[in-house]
């Protein structure tokens, strides 16, 4: 299974970014996903998720009314739209894709990250 984020950058604040993350290797369709980030020197911490099916979403407190997650499941990609961007937007993005499978064991992988840089 892969994970493959893209769409990070350096951006002004106020600007926009659209991260993608593209899953292969599974069944994208089964799989809930989440945006983590990761600031430096700052421990990982979730911003966005969104349910297998696209139903329900979730968002952090400080980027809810700015970022969107969204997904496509015949492409087998999520989406992460980040507008009016802060400089404390800063960090490494991570997609997360989890599927429960019985009991107390869940499937989930992880992507590499892709670098979202905001300045002032």
Known sequence: VQLVESGGGMVQAGGSLTLSCVVSGT????????????????????????????DDTYYADSVKGR????????????????????PEDTAAYYCHARRYLFGSVWSDFWGRGTQVTVSS
């Open 67 to 86: 970022f969107t997650v969204s997904r496509d499941n015949v492409k087998s990609t999520a989406f992460l739209q980040m507008s009016n961007l802060k």
């Open 27 to 54: 069944t994208f369709s089964s799989y809930d996903v989440a945006w983590y980030r990761q600031p430096p020197e700052k421990e990982r911490e979730p911003v966005a998720a969104i349910s297998w099916s696209g």
